[in-house]
């Protein structure tokens, strides 16, 4: 068995695996252990690699980064039964009702609001299908139109924080969470401001398919409109505040921010008086277990990246993308061509825990920044959720959705912002400095980390490695090929305490 044939073999059998059908966490490790098996009875690689794996496995438990996974989730499932969208949805609705389309921006804004409170796309799009939807079908709005924009609205809890895709890119990259929070809000806000220009135009052209609320709807005027908007609007921005604001003034970690925004949304539905014991226990038992897929995941994707590692699978990733032309611009439009096509197949935990640890040591050699390049993924797998047919932004929808909609409808109206989606993407690499000009500091990733532990050996350190992988090695393993390749990567992957 050659050594260099192993690493593009190994990752043909990730995809045949997943293809087939099987878990993905389960495929990752089963794929690992299998490639370490071969590569250790032809001799390739050294046994003491897997003693690496217990310690990756304790790195994902002490990784204060992916506490925000659950509180964020929490404060999502919490907020989604609180009653919060209803209202805003109803009093948007009231102010934008005198307008063609005013229903869609008050979908859009909402869908803006609560991508800022929730970071679920799940519940902005349920809430606002079971909601809207059927206000807008009665009134006239044409279906495709309508479903489109509610779940394109929803997917906005992909790109703009508090959002779970940033919070494990930015883990993956091993690049500041608040660092990506802050590079992902301006291209949210212009993906806001696209979907809304997309219906002006819409407005514009096929008014028919927009109307405004016929005066009879419109309940609220003046003075009472406006005590209404106030009223229902402090709540979410206080939230707002007290999660992003909190991170972006430097006074709470990410990690903390989510976990304020749980009492905060804690306190809302106690506001609201929607809080019982019933929804806590809903809400604990939806955040625990996507916080169980998501750690089973991370202990996968590490044991197949110890025997992908090993079999220099890093080495032939970096020469294969490095070598296509056009450089940093040609490695970039490759990757974003790539990701958008597995998103059919994928969703974004799955493509973030297998696919980004592997492209981000070429982009650090590159010289891309890992927040721009983050960002550009984000928006990127914000496309898996809307891709006809297995967009689970459709599936969410087609679950609330009245009968009388086809589904072929919901797919057809997601298309237009799928391609504003992807016109994002072109955006954010012809101008980074939609993210990079937020950035006040520069990213430090963990790349650098690794380029300190390796001075830090090369000074004589030697507490690196532990007492068993510091005994020196037989002479059959010492000429084994690869010897040296190993020697290096246990102590990348045993170095970091």
């Known amino acids: 068995m050659n050594l260099e044939l192993m690493a593009p073999i190994m990752f043909c059998s990730l995809i045949v695996f997943l293809l087939i059908g099987y878990p993905v966490a389960f495929a990752l490790s089963a794929v690992g252990l299998l490639f370490s098996w071969i590569g250790i009875h032809f001799e390739l690689l050294r046994p003491e690699l897997l003693q690496a794996l217990p310690n990756q496995v304790y790195d994902i438990m002490r990784n204060d980064t992916l506490l925000a996974i659950p509180f964020f989730t929490f404060m999502g499932l919490i907020l989604e039964r609180s009653g919060m969208a209803e209202e805003m949805l109803d009093t948007i609705g009231q102010l934008f009702g005198s307008v063609r389309g005013g229903i869609a921006y008050a979908v859009i804004f909402v869908g803006a609001l609560l991508a800022a409170t929730t970071g679920v796309v ?74 809304a220009a997309f219906i002006f135009a819409v407005s514009l052209i096929k008014p028919q398919w927009v109307p405004a609320l016929p005066p009879e709807a419109r309940t609220l005027h003046g003075l009472a409109l406006t005590r209404r908007v106030v009223l229902v609007m402090i709540p979410p921005l206080l939230l707002i505040f007290l999660v992003l604001g909190t991170i972006f003034l430097g006074i709470a970690t990410p990690t903390e921010g989510g976990a304020m925004g749980a009492v905060g949304a804690i306190i809302l539905a106690l506001l609201n008086r929607k809080l019982n014991l019933k929804l806590l226990q809903q809400a604990m038992d939806s955040t625990v277990k996507l916080s169980t897929f998501v750690v089973f995941i991370l202990i996968g994707a590490r044991v197949f990246r110890i025997a992908f590692l090993g079999v220099d699978g890093d080495k032939w990733v970096e020469h294969l993308l490095t070598s296509l032309p056009g450089g940093a611009t040609g490695f970039l439009i490759t990757v974003n061509i790539m990701v958008f096509f597995l998103a059919f197949f994928l969703d974004f935990f799955e493509i973030a825990f297998i696919l980004v640890p592997l492209l981000a040591p070429v982009a650090h050699s590159l ?93 004589g350190s030697g507490a690196i490695l532990p007492d068993a992988l510091e005994q020196p090695a037989s002479p059959a393993e010492a000429s084994g090929t690869g010897s040296d390749q190993s020697n290096d990567l246990l102590q990348e992957l045993t170095g970091k305490q």
């Not at 079971?130 to 479903?147: K, Q, V, W």
């Open 367 to 459: 010289d891309i920044n890992l927040i721009w390049f983050g960002v550009i993924l984000g928006v990127n797998m914000q496309t898996s959720f809307m891709h006809p047919p297995f967009g689970f932004a459709l599936f969410y929808l087609r679950s609330v959705a009245p009968k009388e909609v086809k589904s072929t409808d919901i797919y057809w109206g997601a298309i237009p912002y799928v391609l504003l989606q992807l016109v994002m993407v072109g955006l954010l690499i012809a101008f980074p400095g939609l993210v990079t000009n937020a950035l006040h500091a520069e990213v430090k990733t963990n790349a650098d980390d690794a380029a300190a532990i390796m001075q830090q050996m090369e000074g």
């Open 122 to 195: 799940a519940a902005s799009v349920i809430s606002m299908g079971l909601i809207s939807l059927p206000i807008m079908l009665r009134y006239g709005y044409d279906t495709r139109i309508a479903t489109g924009v509610i779940a394109a609205s929803g997917t906005l809890a992909q790109i703009i924080p508090p959002s779970l895709v940033l919070i494990v890119l930015a883990d993956q990259l091993g690049t500041s969470v608040g660092d990506m929070y802050t590079g992902a809000m301006a291209p949210g806000l212009l993906l806001t401001v696209f979907y």
